[in-house]
């Protein structure tokens, strides 16, 4: 992949309806608020970037890290882009297994946290 395509700057449709770019991971409004109010309490917001890296298998689900980077310590050959405020970092070698995922909160009631629904296995 070559350096202006990892660095790909995608931003959310400004009115509904309209096409959004093509990008391997989409984050949901209520995902949306969480991570930026967890982003907004950490020292120097304005540089980090939500990393996103699939680390492995757990029998035929993947396993993801998830964490608040330095953008300036991103490879050269990292996919990042935008997706309201929020500055999402995903490592080449995950770029296609998160094809399609979407970062959600659980839908079981009284469950916190993070999901990342996945369609591939």
Do not use: C, H
Not at 41 to 70: C, H, K, N, W
Not at 94 to 102: E, F, I, K, Q, Y
């Amino acid at each position: 992949m070559d350096d202006a395509a990892a660095t790909t700057t995608t931003t959310e449709p400004e009115t509904p309806g309209s096409p959004a770019k093509a990008v391997p991971l989409r984050v949901s409004d209520v995902a949306l608020v969480q991570v930026q109010a967890i982003l907004a309490g950490e020292d120097d917001a304005d540089s980090l970037a939500l990393r996103i890296e699939v680390t492995g298998v757990t029998g035929v689900e993947y396993t993801y890290d998830l964490s608040f980077e330095e953008r300036a310590l991103a490879e050269p050959d990292d996919l990042i882009y935008q997706q309201g405020e929020l500055v999402i970092m995903i490592p080449a070698d995950s770029v296609d297994p998160l094809w399609g995922a979407t970062l959600d909160t659980p839908s079981a009631p009284g469950q916190s946290g993070l999901v990342i629904r996945n369609p591939n296995r």
